[in-house]
DNA sequence: TAGATTGTTAATCGATTAACAATC
DNA sequence: TAGATTGTTAATCGATTAACAATC
């Protein structure tokens, strides 16, 4: 097996990809080509083949891929065969958008635990999980074989929460507050930065030639 | 004033540097150099200053940067000298975390109408903005010359709503639901796709050699 | 066979890194 | 002046696009 460094945006279309095979299959179509799959994303059809090359040969020449197999064959590339546990911490407004987020659910991400420190949200129970005190999230994330943290906290105790999902042994941090975390390389981080989505719209809109 | 094409990886990064400079200030440090942003927000030195050089000269040989004016330089550039107004589309779980999210309204973006169709949520107030139904979008973001929008509604609405936003003349859509919406060029479209974001990840932890 | 479409290579384009002259 | 650090150029690295042979 050859291990090809494969470009992130690669992954990002992957994914994209995928949510428009979901569209595509349960309208019934049974083939599709790289430049159909191409207009409905937005992107080149050569892209498409290329992103797909990274992986193995999914189509047949002539013909095009067969939908539900190429989503198939996606789903198992982005790790999506299998469930994932995902330990939530922070309550706030964002924590409770990201736990009813019917996205996350749909794609095999389900969330398992819920930390938060205000006495006025633990012990109660969002999309049937229990909010518990951040004291336990190393115990409770270790036994329930947590495999992801998604950080929802104010910035300032973005690392200390970073620290007890390290501690519990997650694999993979997602970040919310725009601070630059520390983690050990066997870890996978992601930030999500709400604002520099903005930003980047209003720099594109100041620079415009109009 | 050459146009060179700045990369939208420039961008994001600037914004980057822009919230550290924050914190560098507030702890009263007027000067630094490209290697205390590098290290402040990993990445090169030599990255730091490329991403600058897009734009001016704002150091001084052997010296460095003054905190304060190149904090003010990036502002400028990313257009957040002056503050914009922001039409909120969705009072779900996630309208309503984008609108107390305090992140937005420290970068000048202000959330002057929000949008829902819900009869249960039309009328009340979300911190200080009353909620109208969406058939006053228009009309109102017209009114109140909003410049974006921002689209928290579910995938099947969004495209109508991106409509009614375009209609309205906003120059920006930040998109929240996981779907490809058509606008016209004129319009800058971003997608903030939450569950993509996830699935990196998980294709990271599964590639890692280990 | 003729038409269609893949998989892949080569060419192009773009972004990052390294190096260093300029200069405070 | 000596030391430090910028601004910028050249070299490298990486990603996208174009083209086309392979093949259904």
């Known amino acids: 097996m050859k291990t090809l460094k494969i470009p992130e945006a690669t992954i990002i279309r992957l994914s994209v990809y995928s949510r428009h095979l979901t ?107 229990e909010v518990m005190p951040v004291d336990k999230l190393v115990e409770v994330a270790k036994a329930n074989k947590t495999q992801i943290g998604i950080i929802a906290v104010p910035s300032q105790f973005a690392q200390e929460t970073a620290d007890k999902l390290v501690e519990a042994g997650v694999q993979a941090i997602l970040n919310f507050a725009p601070v630059v975390l520390n983690v050990p390389p066997e870890v996978e981080l992601r930030n999500v930065d709400l604002a520099v989505n903005l930003e980047v719209l209003t720099f594109n809109v100041g620079t415009r030639r109009s």
Chains 1, 2 share one sequence.
């Open 23 to 129: 569209e595509v299959d349960r309208k019934g179509i049974v083939t599709i080509s790289s430049g159909d799959i191409a207009e409905g994303v937005g992107v080149s059809p050569a892209q498409v083949r290329k992103d797909l090359a990274y992986f193995g040969e999914f189509g047949t020449r002539g013909v095009g891929y067969n939908v539900k197999d190429l989503h198939r064959h996606i789903l198992k590339i982005l790790g999506l065969s299998q469930d994932w546990s995902v330990s939530l911490v922070g309550m706030g407004n964002l924590g409770l958008a990201l736990t009813t987020y019917k996205g996350f659910r749909e794609r095999g991400f389900i969330i398992t635990s819920i930390f938060d420190n205000d006495p006025k949200k633990v012990g109660t129970v969002v999309n049937g999980v």
